[in-house]
């Protein structure tokens, strides 16, 4: 093992010093050879601050392009990154610095002193800053360090990330992601979905999350592509960027908000060659909308942070809305009894299994959670599937999501999407909450659609009958002008339980 693992494939794929990398928000660019510099530099420094191979460098800073060196340059330095959400509370990273122990914390210069304090406290020994134009004391301090650097070497077993999955409900747990994990994943994706130098794409994910970090940056690295680099997603930025660009990679809630926007013409998106959406379902109806708008149909993947992509519908050959493909090359996937543990066949609906090259080694310093969390070497994701008759997977949930009434299985998604049906429903989350006779009710919470007033509990319950057999139908329906999300545009279905956890309570 002579090599880093990861950073010498990013290496060997730099297709010139002088291509650009980013294209940058005020019309300027940063080339590979700038960006592989300063992140020879920040490693130098990381280093020269005590960063040793295998340390976390815990990073929480807002989204520039100097923060993407520093990802290369704590991979080149044989430590593993650990990027927090910005949306973090200095209170929440207390418990990620207390977990993870880095030798170094990078935070946002209006942070700095509570930072300060809580790394004295916690023992971080070292503390730099970084703003969202890529200054502050981490780059002031690498411009001292030389713009060569020998890379530690790295096997495809040593750790390069880790990150804390959302934790909506216990404790976060940090996904620990090795070099062969990214390498692995995202040369798969690469492959499938035909990325070379000439793509162009449309970055404005965040770079604290699987899917903007090592989806969106490694593929563009290992293609020696280029990327509009965009602190925040704008959708009629986006269209204005589509003549120049060739692949936007989005959540659900970009295609919604473009969706929304005029300019979104065949013409507007003409140029580009592909759009692909995860880390939440998407729409059926959102991805008919988008096709019959653009002509383009939204190739939908699916991934977790423990995991990276597992499944892509086909680049060629068919993309089916509401699925998530197949499985990527090296990837084996399975579907098994919730209660048993036996492998179901094709067209039941069970839990989704995976093993593979993209499947994390464990969560930090958590043995038994990791152990569990295995079953014969597969992974167990927590979510429901099924996979039809073409082999294409459907994601029916999160497991832990699923409701069980009068003992009874209700699959939200087939809920939501009869309701979803109904004239006047812009969207809708089914949940299940405490029910004095049936455990749980089933209990539906909808978005009206804009201008369309009128909808009333006892109208959906009317539309419903006859369409879903008795114990599925909801029990009570609920109106709110929008559904809680997270950043990656997730609904935060525990945030709904907590909300309307009483409704059935019987009245002492
Ligand atoms: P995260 O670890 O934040 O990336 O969240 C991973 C979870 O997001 C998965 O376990 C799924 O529940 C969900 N997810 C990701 N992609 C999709 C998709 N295309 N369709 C449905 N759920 C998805």
């Not at 998407?282 to 653009?294: D, G, I, S, V």
């Not at 993309?319 to 209660?339: E, K, M």
């Not at 919470?445 to 879903?468: C, D, F, H, S, W």
């Not at 609904?491 to 009245?507: F, T």
Request: hydrophobic share 40%; aromatic share 8%; with cysteine.
């Amino acid at each position: 093992m002579s090599q880093n693992h990861l950073f010498a494939a990013i290496r060997s794929a730099v297709p010139s010093p002088g291509k650009k990398l980013a294209l940058l928000a005020d019309g300027s660019s940063v080339s590979y050879g700038e960006v592989l510099t300063l992140s020879a530099r920040l490693a130098g420094l990381l280093v020269a601050r005590g960063v040793r191979p295998g340390d976390r460098v815990a990073v929480q800073v807002e989204k520039s392009w100097p923060c993407l060196a520093l990802y290369l340059a704590t991979v080149r330095a044989g430590a593993v990154y650990l990027p927090l959400n910005t949306a973090y509370t200095l209170n929440e990273v207390r418990y990620f610095l207390g977990d993870a122990e880095p030798a170094l914390f990078v935070c946002r210069p209006e942070n700095a002193v509570e930072a300060r304090v809580l790394a004295a406290e916690l023992g971080v020994p070292c503390v730099e800053t970084l703003d969202a134009e890529g200054s502050g004391s981490l780059t002031d301090a690498a411009a001292a360090f030389p713009p060569d650097f020998d890379d530690v070497a790295c096997g495809p077993d040593d750790l390069a990330a880790i990150l804390y999955t959302s934790g909506t409900t216990g404790r976060a747990k940090g996904a620990m992601l090795s070099h062969g994990n990214l390498l692995s994943n995202a040369r798969a994706l690469k492959e499938c979905w035909r990325f070379t130098e000439a793509d162009v794409l449309i970055h404005a994910l965040p770079l604290f999350h699987t899917h903007g970090l090592f989806v969106a940056v490694n593929i563009v690295l290992l293609s020696g592509a280029s990327m509009f680099f965009r602190a925040k997603f704008d959708p009629r930025e986006a269209i204005a960027l589509m003549d120049r660009a060739t692949c936007l990679m989005g959540v659900p809630t970009f295609y919604t908000r473009l969706l929304d926007q005029p300019g979104l013409t065949p013409a507007a998106t003409a140029h580009m060659r592909l759009f692909v959406s995860g880390s939440a379902p998407l729409l059926e109806e959102t991805h008919r909308a988008f096709r019959e708008r653009t002509s383009h149909a939204i190739l939908e993947r699916y991934g977790m942070t423990e995991t990276c992509m597992n499944t892509s519908n086909p680049y060629e050959g068919e993309r089916i809305a509401g699925t998530v493909g197949f499985p990527l090359p090296g990837v084996t996937l399975r579907i098994t009894d919730p209660g048993t543990g036996a492998a179901l066949p094709h067209g039941e609906i069970g839990m989704v299994e995976v093993k593979g090259p993209n499947v994390t080694k464990g969560y930090w310093r958590m043995p038994e959670k990791t152990a569990s969390e295995f079953h014969d070497g597969f992974f167990v994701t927590g979510d429901l599937g099924m996979i039809d008759a073409r082999g294409y997977l459907n994601i029916v949930g999160r497991g832990k999501d699923l409701v069980i009434t009068g003992g009874f299985n209700v699959y939200p998604k087939e809920i939501e999407g009869e309701i979803d049906a109904i004239d006047g429903v812009a969207e809708s989350a089914v949940i299940g909450v405490p029910h004095p006779d049936f455990g749980e009710g089933v209990t539906a919470v909808i978005v009206p659609a804009k201008g369309a007033g009128g909808l009333t509990e006892q109208a959906v319950l009317q539309a419903l009958e006859g369409r879903l057999a008795k114990f599925k139908q909801p029990k009570r329906v609920f109106f709110v002008e929008e559904l809680p999300r997270n950043t990656m545009g997730k609904v935060q279905k525990n945030i709904l339980r907590d909300s309307y956890k009483d409704i059935y309570r019987r009245s002492a």
